[in-house]
């Protein structure tokens, strides 16, 4: 071949060449990108488009779509949103290829299925003709809307309640008529309740909130445990039929359980325990044992002291604290020791794991420790004097009431965190113990068992023993009272006048009225009582009176220092939205839920094991879960009718026994029917929800208990024939307050459980009105046992809790003190693990709004409600926001901050780390305010740079 050919055959081949790579670039489209999301908005006739556009030419996000519906055309401008799953599954530079759009339009769409098309309209005059799942995108209309919410089924009456809510926009109506398909046969509604949805009329858009519904429907025949498939179909106005699913779409079905093992378990142990005491305490070895304990006080007093020291000194908890460090999942924080546990860690305890505990720890690790502001808290810090219950520690004179922190100014930290749990039973165990003895002073045994009755119920479990803190300080000001009363030596009593000023500042600080107002007005009674008893022994003396007013005098100096550390963050808390802007009380909370009172009895199922779907339908003011369900197990018929004939007669304590008696009444009928609102706010009990008189009735119940062992002792026994009565009556009550509950309510409810506790119900009412009182109190210890075994779990506390400065060394500053840090999260968990640690937040559990931080992040006025409150702060991601931010509320204590991650400023908060999960940290990295500086499994740190000036 000559040269001439070989250059002509080169030349060819690259003409080929170039031919073939442009045929194949103009394949190429110049754009891609695809709908995700189409939604239309029935009420504002409103389309609502999600999706993506990667214009390949311009590299610029989409600037403006066509969108033509229902025949017409229409030209909008999207809000451009980040799409890092987009930019790398394209291996392309571009962050915001997302897109949003609403587009109102000009009529509204019919029912059925509405084509439309969406058309990106690029630089040049190009266009890119957008595609769902490679098809032209469609809209589904319906002309009806509705949902299956729940089924449940009762057994004893054959019947089933089906809830839902159903809605035609045809009519304008909701359903007519409902229909039921179970097992091959049909079923019409014999009666439809019509329910008020505020959710779905908001939702739709419509005026009318009758949309929900209860439907009954009576049965052939009863079902058996298993599986049923259920039709339902409601019929309109105009004859129209729709069929309900389930909320999540899928068909609806009915499932009926079998008694769970538990409940044969728990009638076993009621079945047995009723026989032992039948058959082998016949012949008077519970009065045996009455008298051994009554000899051997000082022994058991001992054996308690030791018990609670032991513990202490094992470090042995009941805290969930563990779930502080699983909720988080900060991997540069965690705790030190041994984390192994015996049974469930408990999430209903937030306000225990989640707030107290992690509190208590930020003092701990806060430099100096112990302080009165907590600088890690918040922009502003946390005035720790606001903090209720057991308190947190703080070195200020008033920390002497707070005994359940003194283990922290003493103790390691495991051992002090055992102490902060512990004493609130063993304190409270004791001191009732020695409050029964002055209303029944021959009964230190059948006072024992009483005051462990108490203390292990389920109401004080279910609540992490605050109750019992909460009782424990009337319970010792009763008995210090008492005792100054009858003690006539100097010393000992200005020993008792220090020891009461301690109490009441103690029961000042833990910040609860509800309990603070129902036990003290109950204290009230009980020392008025008391008096009028013991008025012919009681010879006051100067000593006395001195005592009484150093104990009034200590008081006053300790609460006034924390009044005047703490006075202005009680005044900003005073002003909150929630809760200084509750509203004043006046009762009958429960009159629509009359179980409510009676909710002991669901303990041994409800408390361990939880609630069931019942609980979303109950009335707003009536709020159920593990710990609210929670309650005392009281056999209330027995205690009322030998009240009523010791009434007059009593020879031991009958003025208090009135008292107690006259107490219970004003409770009830403040509960079920309410009091004139002048007379609530007189005596303070417009601070009181009726769903918090548990605490004072038991104890006034237990109080009457020890009267009535006191007066009936070696007293002729009641004839069996008032006994079987008593018994009935008991056990028919039992029988009510499971015919009350709500469907659903319990997780498992069966008839071995009802059973259960209608004949311990009728055991425990023979066996006080028979003068068995040791017999009947150990069973409801038995029951309480039962419901709350397993409840909280056991383990050793931590030794302590740091930052891991080695593998994070970017948390602390070159000086060595640690930055402070924003965390993106859902919650105020990881939060509050950082400040546990010492490492100072921006977020997190606030007692009141810090002020300077809405003011540094430019919040409106009129968005200041929203934030001042108690609070759970958070910040969130949203990249659909057209501002920077954005606040609101999920509940009423929850205060959530919403950020456009690529244009909110970050130091505005002051924070000089933001800490966020991976998947977030994705749109932070766009952020021109932040900087990576370190990442983990999970969590990526940035560093906050300072604005360009």
Not at 762 to 780: D, E, L, Y
């Amino acid at each position: 071949m000559t040269r001439d050919s070989w250059m002509r055959w080169i030349a060819l081949s690259m003409l080929f060449f170039v031919s073939f790579s442009q045929a194949q670039a103009s394949k190429i489209p110049s754009a891609e990108g695809a709908i995700d999301a189409l939604t239309y908005e029935r009420a504002t006739h409103s389309l609502n488009i999600n999706g993506w556009v990667w214009d390949r030419i311009s590299a610029k996000p989409i600037a403006r779509l066509r969108i033509v519906a229902n025949g017409e055309e229409y030209i909008v401008h999207p809000i451009a949103i980040l799409r890092p799953d987009v930019r790398q599954a394209k291996s392309i530079s571009l962050m915001d290829t997302g897109f949003s759009a609403t587009v109102a339009l000009k009529s509204d769409l019919s029912a059925g299925e509405h084509a439309v098309e969406i058309t990106a309209l690029l630089d040049e005059g190009r266009t890119y003709a957008l595609s769902s799942s490679g098809e032209q995108p469609v809209i589904h209309v319906l002309d009806s809307f509705g949902a299956l919410d729940s089924i449940t089924y009762d057994k004893s009456h054959q019947q089933l309640e089906v809830r839902g809510w159903v809605w035609d926009s045809v009519t304008d109506q909701p359903a007519k008529k409902i229909f039921l398909s179970i097992q091959d046969e049909n079923h019409e509604a014999r009666s439809i309740e019509l329910l008020a949805r505020k959710d779905v009329r908001d939702a739709l858009s419509i005026s009318n909130e009758k949309t929900g519904f209860s439907a009954h429907f009576s049965l052939n025949k009863n079902l058996s445990a298993g599986n049923y498939p259920i039709k339902l179909i409601s019929v309109f106005q105009d004859g129209r039929e729709f069929e309900l699913k389930s909320g999540t779409g899928n068909n609806p079905f009915l499932q009926i359980d079998s008694p769970k093992n538990r409940h044969w378990i728990i009638l076993f142990l009621v079945a047995f325990f009723i026989f032992s005491v039948c058959f082998f305490c016949r012949k008077g070895k519970p009065e045996k044992f009455i008298v051994w304990t009554s000899k051997k006080t000082k022994y058991l007093t001992i054996a308690g002291i030791v018990c609670f020291f032991a513990l202490v000194s094992m470090g042995v908890t009941g805290s969930s604290w563990k779930l502080l460090e699983a909720y988080s999942g900060i991997d540069a924080v965690g705790f030190k020791g041994e984390k192994r546990h015996i049974f469930k860690q408990r999430p209903i305890r937030s306000d225990e794991w989640g707030v107290l505990t992690p509190n208590a720890l930020a003092q701990v690790n806060h430099e100096p420790n112990f302080p009165i502001v907590n600088k890690n808290l918040g922009l502003e810090g946390q005035n720790m004097g606001v903090i209720g219950m057991t308190g947190v520690p703080i070195w200020q004179p008033a920390a002497l009431g707070r005994i359940a922190t003194w283990g922290y100014f003493l103790l390691p930290l495991k051992q002090a965190m055992s102490w902060h749990w512990l004493f609130p039973f063993f304190g409270c165990l004791f001191f009732l113990w020695k409050a029964l003895a002055r209303f029944n002073p021959s009964g230190i045994g059948v006072n024992f068992l009483l005051a462990i009755s108490f203390c292990v119920a389920p109401y004080a479990a279910g609540w992490s023993l605050w109750p019992l803190y909460a009782a424990f300080f009337p319970l010792a000001i009763f008995v210090v009272l008492t005792s100054i009363f009858e003690c006539k030596n100097f010393k000992k009593n200005i020993l008792l006048g220090i020891f009461l000023g301690i109490l009441l500042t103690g029961w000042v600080m833990t910040l609860y009225p509800p309990w603070q107002v129902t036990l003290g007005t109950l204290l009230a009674f009980i020392v008025i009582g008391w008096i009028l008893d013991n008025r012919n022994n009681i010879k006051l003396s100067a000593n006395q009176y001195f005592s009484l007013a150093f104990a009034l005098l200590i008081s006053c100096l300790l609460i006034g220092s924390w009044w005047l550390d703490t006075s202005q963050a009680v005044s900003q808390i005073r002003d909150t939205v929630y809760p200084g802007g509750r509203s004043a009380l006046k009762g009958a909370d429960i009159l629509n839920a009359p179980w409510w009172a009676l909710r002991g009895y669901y303990n041994p199922e409800a408390l361990t094991f939880g609630l069931g779907a019942g609980v979303e339908n109950l009335p707003k003011n009536v709020i159920a879960n593990q710990s609210e369900i929670s309650s005392y197990i009281i056999f209330p018929i027995p205690i009322f009718l030998l009240s009523l004939m010791l009434w007059k007669k009593a020879s031991v304590g009958l003025w208090v026994l009135r008292a107690c008696s006259a107490f219970v009444g004003f409770a009830l009928i403040f509960g079920f029917f309410g009091v004139p609102l002048w007379l609530s706010k007189l005596t303070l009990w417009s601070y009181v929800t009726a769903a918090r008189l548990d605490l004072s009735l038991a104890l006034a119940c237990t109080i009457l208990l020890a009267l009535i062992a006191a007066n009936t002792q070696d007293k002729p026994k009641m004839n069996w024939v008032f006994a079987s009565l008593t018994a009935l009556s008991g056990s028919v009550l039992v029988i009510l307050a499971f015919h009350l509950l709500p469907a659903s309510m319990l997780r498992a409810n069966s008839f071995p459980l009802q059973i259960a506790m209608v004949i311990a119900a009728a055991a425990a009412s023979w066996w006080i009105v028979r003068g068995r009182i040791v017999a009947s109190v150990a069973m409801t210890i038995m029951l309480s046992l039962i419901s709350t075994f397993g409840f909280n779990p056991l383990s050793k506390a931590p030794e302590s809790i740091e930052a891991n400065l080695s593998k994070y060394p970017f948390i602390v500053s070159d000086n060595g003190q640690p930055l402070r840090t924003l965390v993106i999260s859902d919650g105020a968990a990881p939060s509050m693990l950082l400040a546990a640690a010492g490492v100072p937040t921006v977020t997190g559990v606030l007692y009141y709004p810090h002020v300077s931080l809405w003011k540094e992040i430019g919040l409106s006025e009129q968005d200041w409600p929203i934030v001042n409150r108690y609070q759970h702060l958070s910040f969130r991601l949203d990249n659909s926001l057209s501002n920077d931010f954005k606040v609101g509320n999920s509940q009423g204590d929850t205060v959530i901050v919403s950020v456009n991650p690529s244009i909110f400023n970050f130091s505005k908060t002051t924070a000089k780390l933001v800490v966020a999960r991976k998947n977030d940290a994705i749109y932070l990295n766009a952020s021109s305010f932040l900087k990576e500086v370190g990442r983990d499994e999970h969590w990526v740190w940035f560093s906050v740079k300072k604005p360009s000036s």
